[in-house]
């Protein structure tokens, strides 16, 4: 994990899918910029483990955020959940 964790590039990327980066209350962030997947970890190693897996294994589209510059979950948090209802 060591090593997939150094080739994810500090800034952000044009190229990148997934940013990595905390949120204004301190939990790590990973946002996809299509609005498909994301979520909340508790540390930078998991939400980068997380965001290299599921881009497939290609750290080139991780980039992980400044630091100082809050992320959020973008398109992913704002999309309506569609919610069952029991009679």
Known sequence: MGSMQQQVRRGFS?????????????????SDRKGLVGGL????????????????RHPEDVCRAPDGAAIDLGAFASR???????S
């Open 14 to 30: 044009a190229r990148a899918r997934f940013v990595v980066g905390r949120d204004n209350h301190g939990w790590w962030v990973v």
């Open 41 to 56: 970890f508790t540390n930078e190693a998991a939400a980068i483990h997380f965001a290299v897996e599921a881009s497939d």
């Open 80 to 86: 309506p959940t569609s919610r069952r209802t029991h």
